[in-house]
């Protein structure tokens, strides 16, 4: 039997069009005929005429509260900003290609007009050479900045637990406790729990959802002990590295208690959301290093976009309220060469 729609007639809402959240009017419910759907509602945009009005599934639409009103602002926003800063790279690039054009023409009048001996033919041509190499140069760095970059907003109150992150363990020497409460990977699995009854299974936003979040964990695995660590913290990565590889046999003999939770597990499985969100910030930098192209980079910031946003309103219950204190011992380690 079919649970009941989530949503009624007339009734205001938002859905995704793109990477905007758009206010909605349901003028029709239906009992969809697809696989693991259960309501596709009829929505009407609000502003938009209504050859735009069309049938979506339940799980691309959202309560019209206080909270989605916030998120849908915020996302028209960024997405403003980002656009006007596209445009304007796009101008810099084409005025750095033109000026580029006009300077390899005077370079090259200055080379052909050079024959008044070998020597100087000579020296034209390494002249000649380096100009090219350095053309070439501009063009690879050209390329990197014109490869498609993820721009995320962050949500407030994530902005403002990270700089607390910051502070706790750069200001007030504090240490997140590892092993943490909520590890990534189950914070992970209980958003996929929650997104994923809202895409049809077997479809490829169901796929792209489980991707996504296995890619997430891949990433924050092996950029942890790189690029996600304040330097306080480094002694603590090294302590806790040293006990996840031990067997699980060679943890229960030693009896300690965090030996056993952590022994061969992986760095997603022991850290938690202070360090994810350090990630999530991070990815603009990781996805410039990618040759992913523009639709996909897009795909990508929508479905962070919502994982985001889904943490932004369960960050009670998966950040730490209580950093460790680090004990002097600890200090005196950090004060040494850490590798």
Known sequence: MAPKAVFSQGESCFCFHGPILYE?????????DKKDVHWEYYLHYKGWKKTWDEWVEEKDVYKNNEENQQWAKDLKGYILKTNREEEKQKKLDKASAKSRKSTGAVGGSEQD???????????SV????????????????????????????????????LVDDWEN??????????????????????????????????????????????????????????????????????????????????????????NIK????????VYGAEHLCRLLVSMPELVAQTNMDSQSVNRLREELFKMTSWLSKNSSKYFTKDYETAGRSYEDKTRGPVQ
Do not use: C
Request: no cysteine.
């Open 169 to 258: 363990v750069t200001k007030s020497n504090q240490l997140v406790p590892i092993p943490h409460t909520h590890s990534i990977e189950q914070l992970l699995s209980d958003y996929q729990q929650h997104e994923g009854p809202r895409r049809r299974q077997g479809s490829a936003d169901h796929d792209i959802l489980a991707e996504v979040i296995q890619g997430v964990l891949e990433y924050f695995d092996k950029s942890l002990g790189r690029i996600l660590l304040y330097r306080f913290e480094r002694q603590q990565w090294l302590d806790i590295h040293e006990r996840m590889m031990l067997s699980k046999d060679a943890a229960e003999k030693t009896g300690d208690e965090v």
């Open 126 to 161: 390494v002249r000649g050479t380096k100009r090219a190499r350095d053309h070439e140069h501009l063009e690879r760095e050209d390329d990197f900045h014109r490869r498609p970059s993820i721009r995320m907003p962050m949500p407030d109150n994530l902005k403002g637990l």
């Open 113 to 123: 007009s050079s024959l008044r001996g070998s020597e100087e033919r000579g020296s």
């Open 24 to 32: 909605a009017k349901i003028e029709g419910i239906r009992k969809s």
């Open 262 to 269: 952590v022994a061969g597990k992986s760095p997603s499985q």
